[in-house]
């Protein structure tokens, strides 16, 4: 079953609607370190939490022509070919150069909704004699900045 997922720049209100998610990965972690003794076994090994909990989302979707703007009007032109698609998610200002810029992820059927953070990576891969579409992915990571200075 595809849903759609729709991530928006907290800070400028850019959004964009990722039509057609097929999969997605949701990986939380608690990162251990674990301290083996000599001459004891694996049960015996010291565990250490020095971090706290983590979580990334990531989905894969297709990029194709829509007949709809795919920005829902919140960009300066609209964002309907795989072209305006592809400018918009590597190049506008959707991608702001400032490392505290947040997103919010919304979809309500899997992906847990809500959730701020960072777009972490944008992946576009278009194979030889299929001009109709491109494989896109996006990895997510969940958190709040934390101003530094």
Not at 74 to 79: D, N, R
């Amino acid at each position: 079953m595809q849903t759609d997922v729709t991530i928006t720049n907290d800070d400028n209100a850019y959004t964009y609607l990722f039509r057609g998610v097929g999969n997605w990965n949701i990986v939380q972690l608690q990162p251990v370190i674990e301290i083996p003794f000599i001459n004891n076994t694996s049960e015996n090994n010291k565990l250490f939490r020095f971090t706290g909990q983590n979580m990334s989302i990531s989905f894969n979707f297709p990029l194709m022509d829509s007949s709809d703007d795919l920005a829902d009007g919140t960009f300066t032109s609209t964002v309907k070919t795989i072209d305006e698609q592809v400018a918009y998610l590597l190049f506008s200002n959707y991608w702001d150069p400032d490392f505290d810029i947040s997103w919010t992820l919304t979809q309500s059927v899997y992906i847990p909704s809500g959730k701020t953070g960072v777009i972490e990576n944008i992946s576009l891969q278009q194979d030889a004699g299929s001009p109709e579409f491109v494989r896109a992915g996006v990895s997510f990571k969940i958190g709040t900045f934390l101003a530094l200075s």
